[in-house]
């Protein structure tokens, strides 16, 4: 029976696999993922809970007759969509962040990953207090079944999203860096969703203050002269330029210092 012995020479699990910078930017390459998967689709239903300020909203076709009660009810896939892609967030984002502490990263690198945790956290957060008000907040990593959630306020999400993006304005890269890549979460990305959830909270002028660190920062500004991959089209302008494929990012080449963040 011993033959039967397996001794694996390597093996990759959640308790070796977020050691090093790569392991934990895999983990945050998924957080980009789910978030894109989450906000952007070719299902263009999907995210109209973000657009209409209703709890939630759908269009009625012909071909899609109405059953309001069915399409609508808290187990609908319209309902939970959102609420499983926002939580796979959450749950991913609570991994990076209970892991750095027992990593190899340095200093410096464990606050960068557990900044970009937090940032994605609070994105899940701040959407799902949006849709509905409270809802239950965890914020440590969960290994083991558990059931017995209950429902925060809408208040306390947002005072953890707060705390979550006042630490990754904090610590992640200027939108300025060398090192930063197009598409790359920055402080001014952070500031600037911190900025709108005190808006959410009431707190009106820490969203001045927030929103003022972004506006006032090196590397941004709205861009006033032609730019881009079309510059020299006629007619167009400034504004006409904003809008043309290639020109959403500022390092390939477009220079475009009005984006914040291109997902």
Known sequence: KSFLDETPLDFLSADNAFQTASDFQASVNNLYRLLRAELYTTNDND???????TDIAFNVTAAFPANLVGEFSTN??????HWRALYKIVAEANTVIARVPKSQLNANDQKLFEARGRFFRAFAYRCLAYIWGGVPLETNEVTTAKVDYVRATRKEVYTQCISDLVFAAANLP??????????EISSQAANHLLAEVYLADGQFQNAVTAATAVI???GMALMTNRFGTRRTEVPGDVYWDLFR?????????????????VI
Not at 47 to 53: D, V
Not at 245 to 261: P, V
């Open 47 to 53: 995210p109209m809970e973000y657009i209409y300020r």
């Open 76 to 81: 609908s896939s319209i309902v939970s969509n």
């Open 174 to 183: 200027a939108i300025n860096a060398a090192a930063i890549k197009d598409g």
């Open 216 to 218: 006032s920062s090196p």
């Open 245 to 261: 494929k290639g020109n959403q990012n500022r390092k390939n080449g477009s220079g475009n210092t009005e984006s914040i963040w």
